[in-house]
Structures are given as structure tokens and as C-alpha cells.
């Protein structure tokens, strides 16, 4: 049985999974910084309220998506670990 193992795929994706988290974060303080903003110049009533519930559901949602990210970049990180010394001794059996 022959396994391959990209390790220049392996590397892609761990790096894409922290262009992705760290882009849900940076999104993330941006509104909320925003919305301290509007609050701290006196932004209130009813859309102030409508904002504030649909953004406390977005907020967890994304850092639920973050966690999510952290742990599936955090296996791949294991199996890159795990896989470059196989990779690199195959390598030099070829």
C-alpha cells in the first residue's frame, strides 16, 4: 500500500487556516470597536438595540468558526510535524 503525502498542501493549508482566523478576527474587533464608537457618540434607540442582539449572535458565531479553525489548523500542524521526517527520509531513499 502506497500513502503519498503533500507536504507543500500540508503547509498551504495551515497557512490559509491562519489567513482565515486571523481575518475573522480582525473582522470581528473592527465591528466591535465600530459599534463602541457609535455607542460612545450616542448612538442609541432601537436600531442601536437591532444591532447590538444581531451582532452579539454574529460575534459568537464567529468565534465558535475560530475555534473551529484553531483546532483543524492545530491537527494539521501535527500531521505536518508527524509526516516531514517520513517525507524527508523517503526523499532521500529516492
Not at 480582525?26 to 457609535?38: A, R
Not at 442601536?48 to 468558526?65: E, G
Not at 479553525?69 to 523517503?90: C, R, V, Y
Request: net charge negative; with cysteine; glycine share 4%.
Amino acid at each position: 500500500m502506497t500513502v503519498k503525502f503533500d507536504m507543500d498542501l500540508a503547509r498551504d493549508c495551515v497557512g490559509q487556516y491562519e489567513s482565515a482566523i486571523d481575518s475573522l478576527d480582525e473582522n470581528i474587533k473592527l465591528i466591535h470597536n465600530t459599534y463602541i464608537s457609535l455607542r460612545s457618540k450616542g448612538w442609541s434607540g432601537a436600531a442601536s438595540d437591532k444591532f447590538s442582539n444581531k451582532f452579539s449572535d454574529v460575534y459568537y458565531m464567529w468565534n465558535k468558526a475560530i475555534e473551529q479553525l484553531e483546532s483543524t489548523k492545530q491537527a494539521l500542524e501535527i500531521i505536518e510535524q508527524t509526516a516531514e521526517p517520513i517525507h524527508n527520509m523517503s526523499s532521500r531513499l529516492m
